[in-house]
């Protein structure tokens, strides 16, 4: 078998680090030539250059505050998305980014010309496309290693068990409750982290729903007021408050993916752009 240092050579870039020290980078056109010489893929490239302390070039600004070790195990990992409109959108781009090596995209809906205001992958050119095909599209534009399935579908009681199964974490972009609580239930049963984020005006909160413990229940109650009545429809869903709590979400999801410490049970996160203001609620 090749060595690996003799693959990549040409495509190996250095790059220095306070004190002297150095760590190299590959660039996708070696990743291309060591998955041709291997007889296998993009994201098993990756992971023998990680191996090795060899950064993807496209990942090397995670270096840092991810270890090596870190972005393999990202690499290794599966998260669903719930859908993929104003939050769902900017989710699936970011856990693409980040380098997440399996993602399931999930929505019933298509654009319309009402989302362009939010939602990331919403433009006069997808307009009336399945927003769960879109969102597949555009994660593997960005990151071709990552496994990106797309299902067009609405969730409910008959489907969520299958989509769920397995995953790392699921992130609950969804815009209504009903949907949110049959999301909720099947992640219990499954064994499956959830992040849940949602959206009022300039407001937004983030929790992260573990197996056991406190859940959308204990904030909402036992029965999800109608869709219309939703805090989303009343103040409607202005321009920066999804990018703001959709990365909050990213951050949480990556945490639960490396087993870090995460937002603890019981405890939102509330964030008002209009003051602006970061606060973590605890129930009671």
């Not at 729903?209 to 959308?216: N, T």
């Not at 909402?220 to 009545?229: F, L, N, R």
């Not at 409607?236 to 049970?265: D, I, N």
């Not at 964030?271 to 609620?281: N, R, T, V």
Request: with cysteine; hydrophobic share 45%.
């Amino acid at each position: 078998m090749p060595e690996l240092s003799d693959i990549l050579a040409p495509h190996l870039k250095e790059n220095p680090l306070p004190g002297g020290e150095a760590f190299f980078s590959v660039s996708w056109e070696g990743l291309e030539a060591l998955a041709a010489r291997r007889g296998a893929g993009l994201k098993a490239a990756m992971l023998e250059c990680l191996e090795q302390g060899i950064w993807p070039e496209r990942l090397r600004a995670n270096r840092g505050e991810l270890s090596a070790q870190d972005q393999a195990r990202l690499l290794n990992s599966s998260a669903a998305v719930m859908g993929c409109g104003g939050l769902g959108g900017l989710t699936c781009l970011l856990l693409a980014r980040l380098g997440v090596g399996e993602l399931l995209m999930v929505d019933g809906d298509r654009f319309e010309e009402s989302n362009l205001n939010r939602q990331m992958l919403a433009t006069p050119e997808t307009l009336g496309r399945p927003k769960a095909q879109v969102a597949v599209e555009a994660a593997a534009r960005l990151n071709p290693a990552c496994d990106a399935r797309g299902e067009v579908a609405w969730i409910g009681p008959d489907n969520l068990p299958a989509l769920v199964a397995g995953r790392g974490v699921v992130v609950d972009c969804l815009d209504n409750l009903a949907a949110r609580y049959d999301l909720e239930d099947a992640c219990r049963a499954a064994g499956v982290p959830l992040v849940h984020g949602a959206l009022a005006g300039m407001e937004g909160m983030l929790m992260v729903i573990p197996p056991q413990g406190p859940g959308l229940r204990e904030l909402h109650g036992p029965t999800p007021p109608p869709k219309e009545q939703g805090a989303e429809v009343l103040m409607g869903t202005p321009t920066p408050t999804p990018a703001a709590v959709a990365s909050l979400q990213v951050a949480e999801a990556m945490k639960l993916l490396l087993g870090r410490s995460a937002l603890g049970p019981g405890r939102l996160l509330h964030l008002d752009l209009g003051e602006p203001s970061l606060e973590i609620l605890t129930l009671g």
